[in-house]
Nanobody, 120 residues
Framework: QVKLVESGGGLVQAGGSLRLSCAAS????????MGWFRQAPGKEREFLAR????????YYADSVKGRFTISRDNPKNMVYLQMNSLKPEDTAVYYC?????????????WGQGTQVTVSS
């Protein structure tokens, strides 16, 4: 069982930066693939980035490639999403998620989300 709690959201002006954090509980956190997603009002949930347990394999959605960076600190049970050059269209609730098997498209655990609002 893994519990995920996101933090770091807030209001930022366009062009600014935020770093989201995701604190995970669970003995086997370091073996999980971790991902970040977002959901804007009226839109479907969107994949942003994922990182394998070792941190050696990372994938980004085209919409955030070059602006967002995912990282993890296994000893601290933390995953981060550094977001730079934010745009109003990045406004959404951001979620971190975990899955036991990287090849499984479905994530097993989800956080409650943190709101990010980017003003123009």
């Amino acid at each position: 069982q893994v519990k995920l709690v996101e933090s770091g959201g807030g209001l930022v002006q366009a062009g600014g930066s935020l770093r989201l954090s995701c604190a995970a509980s669970g003995r086997t956190f370091s073996s999980y693939t971790m991902g970040w997603f977002r959901q804007a009002p009226g839109k479907e949930r969107e994949f942003l980035a994922r990182i394998r347990w070792s941190g050696g394999t990372i994938y980004y959605a085209d919409s955030v490639k070059g602006r967002f960076t995912i990282s993890r600190d296994n000893p601290k049970n933390m995953v981060y999403l550094q977001m730079n050059s934010l745009k109003p269209e990045d406004t959404a609730v951001y979620y971190c998620a975990a899955k036991e098997r990287d090849y499984n498209p479905k994530y097993d655990y989800w956080g409650q989300g943190t709101q990010v609002t980017v003003s123009s």
